[in-house]
Each structure stands twice: as structure tokens, then as C-alpha cells.
DNA sequence: CGGTATCCTGGCTGATACTG
DNA sequence: CAGTATCAGCCAGGATACCG
């Protein structure tokens, strides 16, 4: 239960690492949508990012856990993302936060 | 009702602007945890901010419509900060996100 | 296709000192 | 008390080109 003047002292110790990436909530929302999705469609989903940026996100997000990275030998090569079971905890608290965001932007 | 692989297409534009903001959210936890607070108990309950950093993302929270401030022509000065409705909304809807980031650094 | 390599830049962030 | 002023540094993020 929570209650609108409930004291919360949750500390955001290396969470805003992981928040704070301008990206990173995007990709998990994304990746979640998918299940599994490739480098260019990400790239196309998130439109404006870099290359550069978008591996460099994916990789941190991997480091955290929450995404997981499969790569086949095949030509041409095949990549696919998916998220961890953090990264499914962590899209389900999202969710609040993005419909926020709709409502914020209407 | 969410389910796990729901289609979510929120677009986050113009919020990832607050949400990037290393100490946005820590802000609008902390005043919505005192209802009303000052300055510099905002510098103390967020350890490590300077008062610069503090001072612009204040301003960035109030140009959003999701911080109030209050001033009171006092000596010694008073100023108090509280939430908008919208910040309000907001900080529900961290919680989730909140509680993950708990469990996660345990 | 799925990335690196390289370079660049703006603005976030902090330290410190000072003021109304 | 509640900030601003000033200075400075770092690095996330982007543009572009290229590689295995």
C-alpha cells in the first residue's frame, strides 16, 4: 500500500546510472515490445539516435544485467537483444512512468 | 491491466529531459516525502549536491509545472518547496521504479 | 548486418566564494 | 537562509566514416 505522503527512502545509489542514460528506459521499453529485436531495428525505432550511442547503451545495459545480447554465425550476421528477467522486473516498473509521460505530452 | 508483452508505444519526448536530470527524481521523492521543504534541507537530504546543481534543477522542476515555490519576505528569509499536482502524479509513478531500484541493490 | 573508430561539443555537474 | 557568481572539467551524446 502506498499512500500519497508515505516517507520513501529508497536510495537511488547506481540506479540513476542506469535511468539517467538518455536512452536506456527507451531500450528496455523497446526490447520489451519485441521480445527480441536486432541492432537496426532499434536504430530505427529509436529515431535520432547514433549508432555509437545505441551500442554503447546496449552494452552498459548488458553489464547491468538487464539485457542479454545473442549473436548467430550466420551470413549475413544476426544479432538479437532481449531483456533478462531484471530487465522484465524493471520494464514493469517503467510502465507508471511512461504512462505519466503520455498523459504529460497530451 | 499489463500484461507482460503488452505493446507499450509512449512516446517519452520532453520527458526524458526530466528524467535525465541526475537528481530530478531524488528531488521531487524527497519533497513529496516532507510535503513542504527548504533549501537546505533539500542540501542535506541529498548528499553531495552542490548548491549550484540544487539551484538549476529546481528551476528546471518549477519551469515543468511539477515543483512549487514559495517565498516568504522574513528575516531570515524563507523559502519553501512543495509538488504540483503534476509532481504529485509523478512521484506515484516512480514508485515502482523506486521499489526495483531497492531490490536491486540488495 | 551490426557494429567500431574517430573526433567534437555542449551542457551538466561540481567547488568555492560571495551576497541580499 | 537561500541562494547567485564564477570558473572549470568531464563525459554523454552526436556526426560521420569505415570495417569484418
Redesign the pocket.
Known amino acids: 500500500m502506498h499512500e500519497e505522503n508515505e516517507n520513501i527512502c529508497y536510495s537511488l545509489e547506481g540506479v540513476t546510472d542506469v535511468i539517467?542514460?538518455?536512452?536506456a528506459l527507451l531500450i528496455i521499453n523497446v526490447v520489451g515490445n519485441y521480445r527480441k529485436v536486432?541492432?537496426?531495428t532499434l536504430m530505427e525505432e529509436l529515431q535520432?539516435?547514433?549508432?555509437?550511442?545505441l551500442?554503447d547503451?546496449l552494452?552498459k545495459l548488458q553489464n547491468e544485467g538487464l539485457i542479454r545480447r545473442e549473436s548467430f554465425a550466420e551470413i549475413?550476421?544476426?544479432?538479437e537483444y532481449t531483456l533478462t528477467e531484471d530487465g522484465i522486473e524493471l520494464r514493469k516498473a517503467i510502465i507508471p512512468l511512461l504512462e505519466w509521460a503520455t498523459r504529460r505530452n497530451n
Open positions: 539517467c542514460k538518455k536512452w536486432r541492432f537496426n535520432g539516435v547514433s549508432p555509437k550511442t551500442s547503451t552494452k549475413p550476421p544476426r544479432v
